[in-house]
T-cell receptor, first 112, second 110 residues
Framework: SQTIHQWPATLVQPVGSPLSLECTVE??????LYWYRQAAGRGLQLLFY??????ISSEVPQNLSASRPQDRQFILSSKKLLLSDSGFYLC???????????FGDGTRLSIL | KNEVEQSPQNLTAQEGEFITINCSYS?????LHWLQQHPGGGIVSLFM???GKKKHGRLIATINIQEKHSSLHITASHPRDSAVYIC????????????FGTGTRLQVTL
């Protein structure tokens, strides 16, 4: 069966520090991968999605970047975190377009 | 105006009550999703539907494409149903990039 792993679960970082959040999927190949953010009191927002290795589409201009170095690995990064980067970050995958997405447990990121 | 609107924003019910959460959208869609987010933040996909009705246990989801409206019903509600319920849509032509409502926070009390 397929599983998705996302870590860390909680992260507290100072302003200006770098960020790396990792997401891996097991039990499937060539999945679509997604990074979402949920800011406090707001709905989920798609940040990045990828349909294959090295292919990244960005949905909103921001301080973050994403990479997909392997088929089932999706990384969210920042060189210098801002206070506005605080939020709950979720990784998700789907097998193909139009299929239900499966979510990781999320990372709660607090910027001090 | 958001492309996906949910109502109510907050809902408190007593155990056993029948619950309805509504979702309206203003764009063309290929599918609509209902998601459940637990207090820890984890999200579970409940339904994905593009027409008609789906049922899973005590949960029922319906969609009316012409009226651009969907409802999520919970029968015989239980405290363990307490969560945030999120409506999301696959906007037509956007390759499974979901657009989300802001969620309905449900609290079921004994």
């Amino acid at each position: 069966s397929q599983t998705i792993h996302q870590w860390p679960a909680t992260l507290v970082q100072p302003v200006g520090s770098p960020l790396s959040l990792e997401c891996t999927v097991e039990g499937t190949s060539n999945p679509n991968l997604y990074w979402y953010r949920q800011a406090a009191g707001r709905g989920l927002q798609l940040l990045f999605y990828s349909v294959g290795i090295g292919q990244i589409s960005s949905e909103v201009p921001q301080n973050l970047s994403a990479s997909r170095p392997q088929d089932r690995q999706f990384i969210l990064s920042s060189k210098k975190l801002l206070l506005s980067d605080s939020g709950f970050y979720l990784c998700a995958w789907s097998q193909t377009d139009g299929e239900a997405q499966h979510f990781g447990d999320g990372t709660r990121l607090s910027i001090l | 105006k958001n492309e996906v609107e949910q109502s109510p924003q907050n809902l408190t019910a007593q155990e056993g009550e029948f619950i309805t959460i509504n979702c309206s959208y203003s764009v063309g869609i290929s599918a609509l999703h209902w998601l459940q987010q637990h207090p820890g933040g984890g999200i579970v996909s409940l339904f994905m539907l593009s027409s008609g009705k789906k049922k899973h246990g005590r949960l029922i989801a319906t969609i009316n494409i012409q009226e651009k409206h969907s409802s999520l019903h919970i029968t015989a509600s239980h405290p363990r149903d307490s969560a945030v319920y999120i409506c999301a849509v696959d906007v037509t032509g956007t390759a499974s990039k979901l657009t989300f409502g802001t969620g309905t926070r449900l609290q079921v009390t004994l």
